[in-house]
């Protein structure tokens, strides 16, 4: 079994369980932003038995003609492609959105906007989502994250909690861990052949209410 395998297994099985877990709504409305190769856009599709839209947003067009050509093998037919803007501003209407999910998506080292993109992120979560709606942050390397002043320093998910919460939503506690993907589809590593799924980086996923 390769390691496509088992990200195939756990987009049905344990990360089908993750996304129907964060969100009680049936037929759901999802932005997965940042969608890289659509681990977390097919986990929702299996959540919900392809009972909902999810928007796959992605800046990368391989990204995006990968998610499609896997779509239409694995006949999913909820999934819908969308080119991403560098400006991490969204092109939907306000109030559209179940659920939004920012998986691996805030840095500290993005240099356009000083690294503070997961702001102006998050504002466009709380515009597009529905009132009620969820936030789905799945970061890593908190180490790179900046400050306000754009100064760089080790941040804490009790800070970045508070960055949200302050941007107008409520934290909702939860254990559930997501999954660091880059590597699975990396030439680099791919190449040194030492990536197992075992090996890829977990972390918290933090979730969020819109008020």
Known sequence: MS???????WEK???????????DVSDPVILDYGC?????SFAAAHAFGQKCKVYAV?????????????????KISCIETVPGREDYRHD?????????????MFHGEEKKYGGLHRFVM?????????KGGILAVIPFHLSNFRDKDKKKCKYTYKKLIGEIEALGFSYIEND???IHFEKVYSP???QKGSVTFDSLERGRILTFVAK
């Open 122 to 130: 998050t504002e466009e979560a709380h515009r597009t989502l529905k």
């Open 188 to 190: 680099y590593y791919r």
């Open 3 to 9: 390691i496509f395998d088992d990200v195939n297994n």
């Open 36 to 40: 890289g190769a659509g681990n977390y």
């Open 13 to 23: 099985d344990e990360g089908s369980k993750i996304i129907s877990s964060i969100l």
């Open 92 to 104: 939907f209407d306000d109030d559209t959105f179940d659920l939004v999910i920012y998986a691996d």
């Open 58 to 74: 992605d800046i990368n067009k391989q990204c995006l003609d990968h998610i499609n050509e896997k779509a239409k093998g694995e």
């Open 176 to 178: 559930l861990q997501g």
